[in-house]
């Protein structure tokens, strides 16, 4: 019923930049919070930014000047602009977007199979 399909990950150099995309598909009635969330080995998955349907912005201190998250409501899309990228930022990275099927009257997270980001030192 409904996908959510992350990309743009790969792999980059230290200082380097990587824009991560997530579209949201299916029989989608509206979109609530948009978030990125990433995932190192051997850690906990951990929050990077999230974004309301109005545009409010949240970050993680450790991206807060280097990350810009974004959407596109009309293409319900959502966007990570990862800027001065370090080898700390090398993990998996999922989005999540909280949404609300058609004829459904509740919201729902659903998560991205998740996109790789490497960055090298």
């Known amino acids: 019923q409904v996908q959510v399909v992350e990309s743009g990950g790969g792999l980059v150099q230290a200082g380097g930049s990587l824009r991560l995309s997530c579209a949201a598909s299916?029989?989608?009635?509206?979109?609530?919070?948009m978030g990125w969330y990433r995932q190192a080995p051997g850690k906990q998955r951990e929050l990077v930014a999230t974004i309301t349907s109005g545009g409010s912005t949240n970050y993680a201190d450790s991206v807060k000047g280097r990350f810009t998250i974004s959407r596109d409501n009309a293409k319900n899309t959502g966007y990570l602009q990862m800027n001065s990228l370090k080898p700390e930022d090398t993990a998996v990275y999922y989005c999540n977007a909280v949404l609300r099927l058609k004829y459904a009257g509740s919201w729902t997270g659903y998560w991205g199979q998740g996109t790789q980001v490497t960055v090298s030192s």
């Open positions: 299916g029989s989608i009635f509206s979109i609530d919070a």
